[in-house]
Each structure stands twice: as C-alpha cells, then as structure tokens.
C-alpha cells in the first residue's frame, strides 16, 4: 500500500531539502516528544517495557505504538509539519547487542540493558550472526507486523542500530575505553566484527521492512536509498583522535555496505563532531541536547563551520528560532521544535518557512 498524501507531500519536501546543498534550507520536526499530548482517552495499553511480555506480546507492542502514531496524526493534520511518522520495535538498547551474543536482556520503564559478553580476547572467535538468534527472530515478527499493519500512514523503519563503537562497548564493556590504548590490535578486530554484525542484522531485517517512496526513515525523517540510523554515543567519550584510529573507519564500512546513513550522537561530543562528520554519505548527523550538556543550537555555527553541507539535525525551543533564524539560515538544518501548543507551533512553522529555501 502506497503512503498517504500527506507524507507524500512531506517526502517530497526531504528530497528537494536533499537536491539543495545551498545554506538555507530549514526543515522543522513537531513531534510527540518535543508537544505534550494526553493519550489517556486512547485507553492504551501504556505499561511500562519490563511488564511486556515480549515472547508473547510483541505484536502488541507494535499495536500500542501504532495507535499513538494515528492519533498523533489526527490531532496534527492541520499543522505544517516535516515529522514523518515511525514505528520501530523500540525494545531498548539491550537487544542492540544481545542479537549477536544472546545473553538476557533486562527491561525497565522504557529501555533495556545486557551485560557485556567479551571478557577474554578468545571470545571473540565465538562471535557470529545468527538470524535464528531469539533477539533477531523477535525484531523480525515485529517488523513484519509493522509492515501488515500500515494503512499508509507511517513508515517503518528497520532497527536503531548501534555504530560500531557503541556495539564494541555494549561488548566489551567500559573496559573498551582502556583498551584502546592496552590491547589496539584486539580492538580492531572487535570494531571489525561489531560492524559486520550490524550489516548482516540491517540485511535481515530489509528483506521485511520496503523502501519508503525510495528511500529509508530514521530520527522521524526521510533519506534517499537504502540508508540505516546508527548511534555514536561511545564516540563521545572519546578524543577525536581515538574515534579517528578505531571508530571511523568501522562505521564507514557499514554505510559503505549499506548504502548511507543518518549518525546520531550528543551534545556531550561537540569535541568530536568534526570527525563523525567527516564520513561518507551521511545524510544528516543529529547531535542532540542533554541535561547538564552544552545546547548544541547554541554552538550551532561553529557546528555548520566543521561541513557546511552537511545537514545538522537538533533540538531547539521556539524562542530559539526567533532569536537564531540568521545563524540557522547559514547552514542546512533540521529543528525538532520544543512547543508548547499547536497554535504555537503554527506560528513558529509559518515563520521558519519565510526563512527556508524549501
């Protein structure tokens, strides 16, 4: 089943966004985490991830998360709007790893966790993609479930991968983070089978999951091609040179493999930011803002500065758009917009547009 007008309308804006390597053009996300939306009418299903019980309840958790994106849908048709709806599995970074190594997997109110599984360098020969690992078999029933139960109204994506990197250190642990300078040889090897681990779950999981209008969707946006989203968080931990000796490359060969990608990462990494973009078809990089960190909107021109062409996606208020439209206006940016109301937001968007080469 093809999409809906209005996603069709709004993929249509991405691709003319991606067509411009011109600064100026400004795309604006409203979506249900940066707008406040009471859900408690839907009578939802809303329990928190470790009450699921995922052998029996995958599908549901799916049909959860599909009600809220139609309501969402519904309370917005009116709005302006670049957010492009998504249903993923969204079981939490502990299955990001657990699909290789199938150690068990704790849930807790919205995320999970695992325990590293690398303790001696022999264990890396016991590392080896299985698709009939528990972890891959249940993302593939949800994924298939996402698919059957699109009536065009979103788009589903394949998996929020792990970057090498952050694949690595799920692995190994924090141990990882000496052993770049204690054991370099093992660690290549590491980031080696951690990227082919995260090629061969993306293929699997493609075979399920179709293209959208011809292309692929993370961060609730659009990417020409086949394109996965990958996280980089364990980067920013890092100097810039140690990302560029054993992370770089890594997360290259699997865009390489694949095709391109969006990076996500924080604002606690602005130090290496320089680096992660500095890949290889990357579609957009979103750096995201986090308590206690430096806003990335307010090091918004330094960020454009590092690659002016490549898109920047971030989190930023309505005030912020008002006060930094000219800094924003210098780059080719993605705003996921904190507001308050729609009326708010119908303002804010209308005023973003006047500014937007899109």
Same mark, same amino acid.
């Given at each position: ?55 029996? /309840? ?250 002016? /062409? ?8 309505? /005030? ?39």
């Amino acid at each position: 089943m093809g999409l809906q007008s209005f996603l069709e309308e709004r993929i249509q804006r991405y691709r003319a966004f991606y067509a411009d390597k011109e600064p100026g053009s400004i795309l604006v996300q409203i979506s249900p985490y940066t707008l406040n939306i009471d859900y408690s009418h839907l009578d939802l299903n809303d329990k928190p991830l470790y009450m699921w019980d995922i052998e029996s /309840e995958a599908e549901a958790i799916i049909d959860n998360q599909i009600r809220k994106v139609r309501y969402f849908n519904e309370y917005t048709k009116d709005l302006d709007n670049d957010y492009i709806p998504i249903v993923t599995s969204g079981l939490g970074v502990g299955v990001n790893s657990s699909f290789l190594v199938g150690n068990e997997v704790r849930f807790g109110i919205d995320t999970s966790w695992t325990q590293p599984a690398v303790f001696e360098w022999d264990d890396l020969d016991k590392l080896s993609f299985d698709k009939d690992n528990y972890w891959v078999r249940i993302l593939k029933r949800m994924a298939k479930h996402s698919v059957n139960m699109c009536d065009g109204e979103y788009a589903v994506i394949t998996f929020s991968h792990f970057a090498p990197s952050d694949m690595a250190n799920a692995l190994r642990g924090n141990q990882l983070f000496y052993d770049f300078y204690d054991y370099p040889e093992q660690v290549h090897k590491l980031m080696d089978i951690s990227a082919d681990a995260v090629i061969a779950l993306e293929r699997e999981l493609k075979t399920i999951v179709p293209d959208v209008m011809g292309g692929s969707v993370a961060a609730y946006a659009w990417m020409p091609g086949h394109a996965l989203y990958m996280s980089e968080d364990a980067a920013d931990l890092c100097a810039p040179e140690i990302y560029r000796k054993y992370c770089r490359s890594y997360t290259q060969k699997v865009i390489d493999a694949i095709g391109g990608a969006h990076i996500h990462h924080h604002g606690k990494g602005m130090h290496v930011h320089s680096e992660i973009a500095k890949l290889r078809n990357l579609h957009f990089v979103e750096i995201s803002w986090d308590p206690n960190c430096p806003r990335p909107i307010d090091n918004l021109k330094k960020l454009i500065d590092m690659n002016p /062409e490549l898109p920047i996606m971030t989190r930023c208020t309505v /005030e912020d758009v008002y006060e930094k439209i000219d800094v924003i206006k210098k780059g080719r940016v993605m705003l996921m917009l904190i507001v308050e109301n729609l009326d708010e937001a119908r303002e804010a968007v209308a005023f973003i547009r006047k500014h937007s080469r899109v």
